[in-house]
């Protein structure tokens, strides 16, 4: 499986942005990741049967999925600079929800998207 993300640019504090990660193929689960410089990478959202959050996005970040299109979007409004990073999409097959925070579980990773938070 192959996944292409989309979306990632400039934004100014507070202003939306939405990600979009195709996908050549079926998974049960797809998700986002992102790494800001100097970083580890994090778990920011996931969509298996229903979406899951890392508890900084809630609220402001929303996940959907297309099954027809094997594609997961992010909509993330009320930006702030610390979400400035290189956001992955990931999916596998392999996931429960105890385990969509790990990236180890995930066998499919995109290529990255820049996201850039000016304050």
């Known amino acids: 499986v192959q996944l292409q993300a989309s979306g990632g640019g400039l934004v100014q504090a507070g202003g939306s942005l939405k990600l979009s990660c195709a996908a050549s193929g079926r998974t049960t689960t797809m998700g986002w990741f992102r790494q800001a410089p100097g970083k580890e990478r994090e778990f920011v959202a996931a969509?298996?049967?229903?979406?899951y959050y890392a508890e900084s996005v809630k609220g402001r970040f929303t996940i959907s999925r297309d099954n027809a299109k094997n594609t997961i979007y992010l909509q993330m409004n009320s930006l702030k600079p610390e979400d400035t990073a290189v956001y992955y999409c990931?999916?596998?097959?392999?996931?429960?929800?105890?385990?969509?925070?790990?990236?180890?579980?995930?066998?499919?990773w995109g290529q990255g998207t820049l996201v850039t938070v000016s304050s």
């Open positions: 990931a999916a596998g097959n392999r996931l429960i929800v105890s385990t969509l925070a790990q990236g180890t579980m995930y066998d499919y």
């Open positions: 969509f298996r049967w229903t979406p």
